[in-house]
């Protein structure tokens, strides 16, 4: 029990799950498309969520980080070499996976990393200031959301379309709003953790707004919305077995374990193993029906 829960927390610590958790939405999307795997794209949303994350740590590194009340900033920092290990890694995969997808793709991909940077960088006006996105209130979830969406469906999507595989344009909204509501879902239990974080920092999340309470009620709605979808939608019954038993998995464990324990920080990374397990109950779930 021991090993595995320094696993679990080396997985979190090192950005190591939150790369997986991008690669397995990634490969989820050619199950949708009922497609073979672009290897190359997959790759590349690992390495770049990687890097990305890697570089938000360095960035938010405090001055003293010993000192630090968190035990993720405490270990990355005493461990800083693995943190740079791993991103000459992901630079090395990144190099050689861009020389295996097409131009346009390259390009979407730089898009969505502009908009991605844009969450820190202060470029938008906001009472008389010029601020990030990150101090717009409501803004912080929409936007990882929208992000993870672009990446994880939209850019297998093109790519897919030039290599000639006919998409289906209403499959794809569909898959982009399930997606979408879906990353909110596993988002949003993050900021009901930092309510107390981001109100020191003045940040307007939408539990700083509405409350704790009402924004975990917003969650098991979220959850409730997300599955009345997938029961509407047209996509084959394991899809659809794989995504409900995952929603009720996500359901259980918010209520058992993430709020019911909300001062256990690390918690809420449950919700980064979620990603993975979706991908892996639909996997399972094609090879049983």
């Known amino acids: ?32 498309f009922d497609a073979p795997y672009d290897y190359a794209i997959i790759a590349i949303e690992g390495a770049a969520t990687l890097l990305l994350y890697n570089f938000s740590l360095l ?45 346009y793709s390259l390009l979407f991909l730089g898009a969505i990393g502009l908009f991605s940077v844009a969450y820190s960088f202060p470029i938008f006006p906001y009472k008389g200031k010029v601020v990030g996105l990150r101090q717009l209130p409501a803004v912080k979830i929409f936007h990882i959301a929208l992000v993870w969406t672009l990446s994880s469906v939209c850019l297998p999507a093109f790519e897919l379309f030039l290599n000639g595989v006919n998409i289906d344009t209403q499959r794809l909204v569909m898959l982009f709003a399930l997606k979408f509501i879906f990353l909110l879902i596993c988002t949003l239990p993050f900021d009901i953790r930092d309510i107390k974080q981001d109100s020191y920092y003045h940040l307007k999340t939408i539990p700083n707004m509405i409350g704790a309470p009402r924004a975990i009620r917003l969650c098991y709605m979220l959850i409730g919305l997300h599955s009345f979808c997938v029961v509407l939608t047209h996509f084959p019954l394991p899809l659809k077995i794989g995504i409900l038993s995952t929603n009720l998995l996500i359901a259980l464990v918010l209520r058992t374990v993430v709020f019911r324990q909300a001062d256990r920080y690390h918690h809420a990374y449950l919700l980064d193993f979620a990603l993975v397990i979706q991908f892996l109950s639909v996997l399972l779930s094609f090879s049983l029906f």
Request: hydrophobic content about 50%.
């Open 1 to 32: 029990m021991n090993a595995l829960r320094q696993s679990y927390y080396f997985l979190i610590h090192t950005n190591l799950l939150i790369a997986a958790a991008a690669m397995a939405q990634c490969a989820l999307t050619y199950l949708f």
């Open 59 to 103: 960035l938010s590194r405090p001055k003293e980080p010993s000192k630090s009340i968190y035990k993720r900033t405490r270990w990355v920092f005493k461990h800083e070499w693995v943190l740079w290990l791993n991103s000459g890694v992901a630079v090395s995969v990144l190099a050689y996976a861009i020389f295996n997808i097409h131009f």
